[in-house]
């Protein structure tokens, strides 16, 4: 048996999440349909990330475990061809058996993309948050900044998690301008070991209060350290975030 | 009766193009709806480009008559409060009562995107086209010099076209690589003062040909010289054109 990991690309409009559940499209679903019929049977992946429904990926991971004669590099190709045009394998590998895509330390980046625009572009509709009053991009630079490190994220963590320790280190924040057809895009890029969940999406909905002038910097400060979910921001919407890239 | 100009954007995946037909639906169809509903009466609009079905548009035009007393410029943003999400007016503005949006001369800008990675990106699928082998941008580039200025271009326009003159005048031919996720993307931009049915669309197909060596610059040349529809390249998809902006 060999284990295979792979690098997986997907538009989310379409799916409710990865995660398979019962009466929704999801895309280890998808997926595991894929493999089934490329490798003639019955073969259960174990996802890397499971984002949310409408939630985006570039990089997103996955592995499985098979017996088939296909060189590993070539499976990608191979399951493009049994998947829908909206999930894309970008690279399939051969990894050690014990390598585990949720267990094994990684980090993980992260994009959420706001259009700044005074009215929507519809070709940006399902990649980005349409945001039509200008943003404050330094005030979100700012308050940006607040966040790298380790801190209890429990303030950016919506109810439903489980988890038990809500400590997080994130790496590195950064708030950047792009050019867009008709305006700009702001992209929040938040790196880090492991998130909460919506932790990015509620980052988001704060800095994009922190650029309206609706909160301030200190605000964010001050929801950090009071661990208070009502302190932080709103969940922003899932169409604006990407799932960049999972390092190992 | 004051004539009010429209610009327009739209992602036209969702639609048969811009004309009204039966049993499709249109961006046309979609926005007289609107009016209807903002004016409380019909009201027709002539638009300056029929854009086809799945192409899209950063900057259509269209025009209508109205007495509304609703200024000019807030037209915009009341109309969309009826359109669908897809459907974005840019911009409301009264114009002379002769101004009309195909036979005042006018300079139109299209680009036509080109994916060009190994491996598709889900989240540009419908926005552009997909070609997996590296494209040798400066083969194209020369190519596309060669476009430039007022040939009969009856090479580059679909049987089915009524136009009497194929003769048409390009004023400007740009093929230029983006930086995109994983890879790069490369965009051709066509500027002319009129075009046929198809042009662009053929314009990419032949210029995609060059990219992959499979017809060389001076193939292009003799396309436009035959004056063959056969001679040219095929027409490109529809999801890659998008009408970037009209100047009258």
Redesign the interface.
Known sequence: MKRIRLTI???GTGYCGWQIQKNAVTVQEELEKALCRLLGKETEVTGASRTDSGV?A?GNVAVFDTDTRIPPEKI??AL?HFLP??????KSEEVADDFHPRYCESEKTYEYTILNTP?????R???SFHVCRPLDLCAMQEAAGILVGTHDFSAFCSAGSQVKSKVRTVLETTVEERAA??GREIVIRVRGNGFLYNMVRIIAGTLIEVGQTRRTVASVEEAVRSGERDKAGPTAPARGL?L?EIRY
Do not use: F, L, S, T
Request: hydrophobic fraction near 45%; glycine fraction near 4%.
């Open positions: 690309a997907y538009d985006h570039m990608a190709i493009n045009e909206d999930i894309r394998i970008q009215i929507g572009i519809p070709v509709n399902r990649y057809p008709a990407m960049m």
